[in-house]
Structures are given as C-alpha cells and as structure tokens.
Nanobody, 129 residues
Framework: QVQLVESGGGLVQPGGSLRVSCAPS??????????MGWYRRAPGKERELVAA???????KYGDPVKGRFTISRDNAKNTVYLEMNSLKPEDTAVYYC?????????????????????WGQGTQVTVSS
C-alpha cells in the first residue's frame, strides 16, 4: 500500500514564506506518477486547487496563488514541492497533496498496481501575526 506523506507547513507571519513537500511512502519497488499537486481547504470553504504539475513539467495554478506560489517536482524521487511566498491570512488552510495516475510495483516480481488518484492526510498552514 502506498501513502502520500506531506511535510512542512506550520505557522508563518503575513508576507512570509513556507515550503511544503510530498512524497509517496510504503512498500515501493518502483513508482510512476503522472500528476502531483496541492489542494487546500479553508474553514467554511470548499476545497480548491492550489497548483499541480505533470511528469512532463506542465503546471497549473489556482488564481488566488498565481505569482506567489511555485510548484516543482523531482521526478526521480516522485516528490512535489510547493514554495509559498508573500503569504496572506487568506492562505490559511489545510493543504492536501494529491497524485493522479499512479503505477507502482511493490516488488520486482509482482505485476503493477494502478491507482487513479491518491490523497495525503493534509498539513496545516496558518498565516497569522
């Protein structure tokens, strides 16, 4: 079984910066992930796209974060990073890592496992003075 593990997050002052990262964890012999990204859910609001990146480098960003957040990805490690700059109180939310199009092998003998999508547990980002 594969899980997505997020790290980073925390409390930051308005105007500050923060970086979160996400990588798959579990019994993995090899893994390929088509798209990885971040969504967020603020209290009382619906979940929204923050940023996503495909394996070939195509990116998309939610309008509220364009010009302030940058997504990057290390394909060798299947790790996705979100660099958040010029943070605002309205960026306060639980940030969820998401992966689409997973193909992985648990060992060198069994066939592949395909999963359409997978979500991380979420990491809290709070922007407050």
């Amino acid at each position: 079984q594969v899980q997505l593990v997020e790290s980073g997050g925390g409390l930051v002052q308005p105007g500050g910066s923060l970086r979160v990262s996400c990588a798959p964890s579990g019994t993995i012999f090899s893994i390929s992930i088509n798209s990885m990204g971040w969504y967020r859910r603020a209290p009382g609001k619906e979940r929204e796209l923050v940023a996503a990146m495909t394996k070939d480098g195509s990116t998309k960003y939610g309008d509220p974060v364009k010009g302030r957040f940058t997504i990057s990805r290390d394909n060798a490690k299947n790790t996705v990073y979100l660099e958040m700059n010029s943070l605002k109180p309205e960026d306060t939310a639980v940030y969820y890592c998401a992966a689409e199009g997973l193909t992985y092998y648990s060992d060198g003998f069994s066939g592949p496992t395909y999963e359409y999508e997978k979500w991380g547990q979420g990491t809290q980002v709070t922007v407050s003075s």
